[in-house]
Structure formats: C-alpha cells, structure tokens
C-alpha cells in the first residue's frame, strides 16, 4: 500500500472510529448504560486515528520482523496515549487559569501590573485576596482555589514552551557537534534548519520531557532513565521515518551499529537518551527555569513574538529546502518562482554542508 495524504486520511478516520466503537462498547459494558466515549461531535475517538498514522507512518519497514513490529507499536500506542493524557492536564490547567481571570478580570489586570514590578508581591496579594474570598464564600471559593493552584503548578504557557523549544534546539545542536568533533574529529554542521545552530529533533523532545517528567522529579533516577530510554528510542524512530517520508531523506543510519533497528536507532543511543532525561530533569531544567524566571521580566511580548515568526520562517524554509533538493537530485526542474529562488540561495552544495549525513531514499518503481 503506498503511503500519500489520502491514503493516511483513511487510515485516521477507520481508526478513530474504530477506537470510539471499541472504547464505547467496553464502556457501555461496564457501566451497564450507554457510554459515549467520544470527545468529538460524532463517533471518533482522534487519538486512535492519531496513533494509526503513526504505526502506518513509522513501522512499515518492521512488517517482515513481527515481533520488533509488535513491540514497537505496543510502545509507541502506550507513549502516545501517556503524552496524550500529560498534555489534556496541561491544557486543563491553562483554561482553569484563564477561566479564573475572565471571572475576576479587576483581580487579573492588578497582576499584570503588578507583575511587571514584582512576581513575588502579586503572587502574594493574589493568595491575600483569595483567602479573603473563601472566608467570604467558602463553599463556592474552596474548589476553584484548589483547582488554581494546581493550574498555576502544572501550567507552561506557549511563551514557555517556545523559549524551551529554542534552548533545547541550541543545547541539542552543541551537544551533537561537540560530541561529533571528539569521536569522529571533525567539525560538522548538526542542525536541522538552514538558519542557525538548531536541532528541531532536540527542541522537541526537551519539551516532551519537560511537559511529561516535570511532575515526575521525584521519581528515582533508575525510573526517569528507563523512560527516557524508551520514549526516546521510539521519538527517534518515529522522526526517522516521518522525516523521510516527507523529504524521501534519511538524516542518520545506525545500520553499522549493534543492536539497531531498521538503522533508525540502537541500543547505545537510546542509552543517551535516558542518560540525557535524568540531566535533563535533576540539573537542566531547574538551572533553565531559574534563567527564564530572573529574564522574564525583560523579555517583553514583542521579542517572543518575533522569535516565534523567526522560527517558523526557519522551519518552513527548511522543509521547501529540503523537498525542493529531494526533487532537484531526483532530476526536477523548478515548476515555479519559488523552486527558481530555492534554486538559487539553497543549491546542492550548501543543503550538503547542512545536512552532511543525509542520505536520500531511493523510491521504489
């Protein structure tokens, strides 16, 4: 079956419904009445057509290895489904905190005045006020109180994540060059986009693990490794194969390690990411959520919102690159304006320079 957007838009709807059909009949079951287990206005459940497009995505190549296959979907279903859960909690606690503020916007336009002055003060005439309210209400105050301390523990807004995003990309890309200059003693480029030092690859999972393991730092080192080693080796084979789907470009091959899979990952590897989640969670981030906290206050919301416009321009430009030098080594003239310009400023030599170990994925028929 080849894999194109019609082809995987099947496969989410089949499987979304599929997922509601089974998760209501069970439900139903069980409670002894009719369960509609359904989030979405009709019969899907999207995290099973979520999770079919990524099976049918990322472990096509495993079909001949059924046991791989079998424990590789039963890792990525699990992890998708724990992400999944971690991430509605994090959305809950950002609308209970802005539904806070839409009830009390008096109390909410003193905090952003206040903030720019003392986060330690408004905080403090924030719970001030709130006491004074339960004792005034206690019965109406005690649950929303609770619910908004817990929103402001677990909340990270967009702002936070982005600027994690971007320090992962920068830390992730150093690392790999660093590490590449004293194993193999040569300088080379390690970055996904076309502009900057930026591993899109890192950015991304140092804020999964941020937004999944930030509430789990009391676990033992022994349980954040074996988390990170998991979650990290099936992340890093899943961005293998999406990003060669995509680009029909493999940008790493651990075919001439031991204990690989597919080439995609290995077993050493999927160590360091293990190795990387413990630091990561015990040192990294407290060290960075300290930096961010004593910075906040200068960083004004222009400055995020022109790293935000940067960087998707980085990226957009990077993937038109990207699928523009797939097609010009697969013998493609440029169709249009935009294929001439990525012609001109992104020729073969500089994407090489860039991307030094991709290798392109030679297309069946």
Request: charged share 20%.
């Amino acid at each position: 079956m080849t894999l194109n957007f019609y082809t995987l838009g099947v496969i989410y709807l089949v499987y979304s419904f599929l997922g509601w059909v089974a998760e209501t009949v069970v439900a139903t079951i069980r409670g002894g009445r009719f369960a509609n287990r359904g989030a979405a206005a009709g019969p899907f459940c999207f995290i099973y057509g979520t999770t079919g497009v990524l099976l049918a995505v990322s472990f096509g190549d495993l079909r001949a290895e059924p046991v791989y296959l079998f424990f590789a979907c039963m890792m990525a279903a699990t992890v998708m489904e724990w992400i999944t859960a971690k991430l509605l909690d994090q959305i809950g606690s950002a609308v209970l905190v802005q539904q806070y503020a839409a009830r009390h916007p008096m109390l909410e336009q003193l905090n952003q005045r206040l903030g720019e002055r003392s986060d330690t003060l408004r905080r403090r005439i924030a719970l001030y006020i709130e006491k004074r309210i339960q004792y005034a209400y206690p019965a109406a105050a005690r649950q929303e109180q609770t619910a908004l301390r817990k929103g402001e523990k677990n909340f990270l807004s967009v702002s936070d994540l982005l600027w994690l995003f971007v320090i992962g990309a920068f830390l992730g890309d150093m690392v790999e060059t660093v590490f590449c200059r004293v194993t193999a003693g040569v300088w080379m480029s390690r970055s996904s986009l076309v502009w900057g030092p930026f591993s899109v690859v890192w950015g991304l999972a140092l804020v999964l693990a941020t937004v999944l393991l930030r509430q789990e730092k009391d676990r033992s080192d022994r349980y954040l490794f074996a988390f990170g080693t998991v979650m990290g080796g099936v992340y890093e084979y899943v961005c293998s194969a999406v990003t060669e789907l995509l680009f029909g470009t493999v940008f790493w091959d651990y075919s001439k390690f031991k204990f690989n899979l597919g080439g995609r990952i290995n077993l050493l590897y999927c160590f360091f990411w293990g190795i990387a989640a413990v630091t990561w969670i015990r040192y990294g981030y407290p060290l960075v959520a300290k930096g961010m906290k004593a910075v906040k206050r200068r960083i004004r919301p222009w400055m995020t919102a022109l790293l935000a416009v940067f960087m998707a321009v980085n990226l957009v430009t990077s993937a038109l690159a990207l699928a523009r030098y797939d097609a010009r080594t697969s013998g493609a003239a440029p169709a249009n304006a935009v294929d001439v310009l990525l012609d001109e400023h992104f020729d073969n030599a500089r994407m090489e320079r860039i991307y030094p170990n991709a290798k392109k994925v030679e297309k069946a028929g």
